[in-house]
Nanobody, 125 residues
């Protein structure tokens, strides 16, 4: 069992940056793929970025170049740095564990084992 707790969301102006954090507790010896999804009101859930236990990363085309995902296994934390934020990036951002990093099913959220509660990111123009 894993428990995921997100933090770092907030309100920023367009062009700003935020760093989201996901603290992992529980069976942390498990080498899950970790990542972030987002969901805006009225929109489908969207996979944003994933990182495997070795630090290999994968990004959704929609955000490539503006986000950086990383994980610190010693601190049991996964980070998502969001840069050059746009109003359309406004969404609830969720930390996720499980699945095969970078796979189509991963980006669909179909094989995720654990989800966090989410942290809200709001970008104003």
């Amino acid at each position: 069992q894993l428990h995921l707790t997100e933090s770092g969301g907030g309100s920023v102006q367009a062009g700003g940056s935020l760093r989201l954090s996901c603290s992992v507790s529980g069976d942390t010896d498990s080498k899950y793929c970790m990542g972030w999804f987002r969901q805006a009101p009225g929109e489908a859930q969207e996979g944003v970025a994933a990182v495997d236990n070795d630090g290999n990363t994968d990004y959704a085309d929609s955000m490539k170049g503006r986000v950086t995902i990383s994980r610190d296994n010693a601190k049991k934390t996964v980070y998502l740095l969001l840069n050059s934020l746009k109003p359309e990036d406004t969404a609830m951002y969720y930390c996720a564990a499980g699945g095969i990093c970078g796979s189509r099913t991963w980006y669909q959220g179909a094989d995720i084992n654990y989800w966090g509660q989410g942290t809200q990111v709001t970008v104003s123009s």
